[in-house]
């Protein structure tokens, strides 16, 4: 069976209605990412500069105070379709630093330190204090993280949600709707509470996986997830074995190791972007079953296949319900 992730809508506007209306207590200080910031009063804007920072602020209800996005991996999440068409794209990919100041915001939310950070490709935060636009970094990509080794950086702890939650009720104690931020974390904890126990349920002691993201060419080494990330942690939840062992969070192994290790299933990144011909999952889905040595393994044989958003492989708001489509592909494979 291919299984395919449908996403649900994370946040609903009745999940609000009965909140507190609790305040934020001014000047708020919070340590982020090895910055210390202070904010007298909430942002009355902000430009986002990584998707899985747009839609925590879509999913609190400030879309109205977004101003300009960028860095786009694919669709946003269809219930903030409506909303997403009315905010400015600064850009698909990368924005000038340029750009995210002539909108004049009162704070920039990013999701990776490599695009705003001490290396920072659009722009350092010391920048953007300089023409007196504070930063806020998901700490999605710092807890646990050293990103002074590249791109990717390195993971030096295992990836939880924890992180992904902080950034949650960070935002909203900023943006001075705490009560919406607690609701938000209240639900997905519910949620991804209930996708482990399902999982646990199915007692899999040896079900394994594998996360196929990418691959420059569809005839050499594919990107995988190792041992640090988000499908790592979604593996370990799940009581999945990882077969990859490397710590590196996106490392490229041969077909050859993979199809020996023999994952029961195998998890595929579906993505807008084409960077690479493996990013396109028709293309991905005719190599499984055409390469004399990945259409050998029991997950392409039995169809044991997941497809995912490659967007819901990173760190983000996403990973819910990327959690519970694993589940529930889990519980149909028949694996026992």
């Known amino acids: 069976m291919l299984f395919k992730l449908l996403t649900t809508p994370l946040i609903t506007a009745s999940l609000f209605a009965g909140a507190a209306q609790a305040q934020t207590a001014y000047p708020l200080s919070l340590e982020n990412c090895g910055v210390d910031i202070t904010f007298d009063h909430a942002p009355k804007s902000t430009?986002?500069?990584?998707?899985?920072?747009?839609?925590?602020?879509?999913?609190?209800?400030?879309?109205?105070?977004?101003?300009?996005?960028?860095?786009?991996?694919?669709?946003?999440?269809?219930?903030?379709?409506?909303?997403?068409?009315?905010?400015?794209?600064?850009?698909?990919?990368?924005?000038?630093?340029?750009?995210?100041?002539?909108?004049?915001?009162?704070?920039v939310t990013v999701q990776y330190e490599w695009h705003v950070g001490a290396q920072g490709i659009v722009a350092t935060r010391e920048q953007f204090m300089?023409?007196?636009?504070?930063?806020?970094?998901?700490?999605?990509?710092?807890?646990?993280?050293?990103?002074?080794?590249?791109?990717?950086?390195?993971?030096?702890?295992?990836?939880?949600?924890?992180?992904?939650?902080?950034?949650?009720?960070?935002?909203?104690?900023i943006f001075d709707v705490p009560a919406r931020g607690e609701e938000m974390?209240?639900?997905l904890k519910t949620r991804e509470a209930a996708a482990i126990a399902k999982a646990k349920g199915l007692d899999l002691p040896d079900a394994s996986a594998a996360?196929?993201?990418?691959?420059?060419?569809?005839?050499?080494d594919p990107y995988v997830a190792g041992q640090g990330g988000a499908p790592a942690y979604m593996m370990n939840a799940l009581g999945l074995r990882n077969v990859v062992e490397s710590n590196e969070e996106?490392?490229?192994?041969?077909?050859?190791?993979?199809?020996r290790a023999n994952p029961s299933v195998l998890v595929i990144a579906r993505m807008e972007r084409r960077r690479f011909e493996a990013d396109d999952i028709e293309k991905k889905l005719e190599f499984l079953k055409s390469d004399p040595v990945a259409s050998q393994m029991d997950a392409v044989k039995n169809?044991?296949?997941?497809?995912?958003?490659?967007?819901?492989?990173?760190?983000s708001i996403r990973n819910i319900s990327a959690l519970e489509t694993l589940a529930d592909a889990l519980a149909s494979f028949g694996l026992k």
């Not at 700490?139 to 002074?148: E, F, I, Q, T, Y």
């Not at 044991?304 to 990173?314: L, P």
Request: aromatic residues 10%; negative net charge.
């Open 303 to 315: 169809n044991r296949i997941v497809i995912m958003d490659g967007h819901s492989m990173d760190p």
């Open 185 to 187: 974390v209240d639900a």
């Open 130 to 173: 300089d023409v007196g636009i504070p930063t806020y970094t998901l700490p999605a990509d710092c807890v646990g993280k050293d990103n002074s080794t590249g791109s990717d950086g390195t993971r030096t702890q295992l990836y939880k949600m924890d992180s992904v939650y902080r950034g949650v009720t960070e935002l909203a104690q």
């Open 47 to 107: 430009v986002t500069i990584g998707q899985a920072a747009t839609e925590v602020l879509y999913a609190l209800d400030l879309g109205d105070q977004v101003i300009g996005t960028s860095v786009w991996f694919t669709k946003v999440l269809p219930e903030f379709e409506t909303l997403n068409a009315s905010v400015e794209r600064l850009a698909d990919n990368d924005p000038s630093f340029e750009s995210v100041v002539a909108k004049r915001p009162g704070l």
């Open 250 to 259: 996106w490392p490229t192994v041969s077909w050859e190791t993979i199809a």
């Open 211 to 220: 996360f196929w993201f990418s691959s420059a060419e569809m005839d050499i």
